[in-house]
């Protein structure tokens, strides 16, 4: 049995083109390796922001 906190789902996000043009500049720059490394990690900031704790730091900081 696959345990909750492994299980991963899809999310589809409409964005502005100024977003796009921040996340074309952030991955052009080579500050991250794709979008989706990027958005994880401006997620996790919003998380750390808030007091959520959403993931185990172990490994997670690995993905930026």
Same mark, same amino acid.
């Given at each position: 049995?696959?345990? /909750? %906190? $492994? =299980?991963?789902?899809?999310?589809?996000?409409?964005?502005?083109? #100024?977003?796009?043009? @921040? +996340? /074309? %500049? $952030? =991955?052009?720059?080579?500050?991250?390796?794709?979008?989706?490394? #990027?958005?994880?990690? @401006? +997620?996790?900031?919003?998380?750390?922001?808030?007091?959520?704790?959403?993931?185990?730091?172990?490994?997670?900081?690995?993905?930026?």
């Amino acid at each position: 049995m696959v345990s /909750d %906190k $492994l =299980v991963k789902r899809r999310f589809s996000v409409t964005l502005t083109p #100024a977003y796009i043009e @921040a +996340l /074309d %500049k $952030l =991955v052009a720059d080579g500050l991250y390796l794709d979008y989706q490394v #990027a958005i994880r990690a @401006a +997620l996790r900031l919003q998380f750390k922001f808030h007091g959520i704790e959403a993931f185990s730091d172990k490994g997670a900081e690995l993905e930026t």
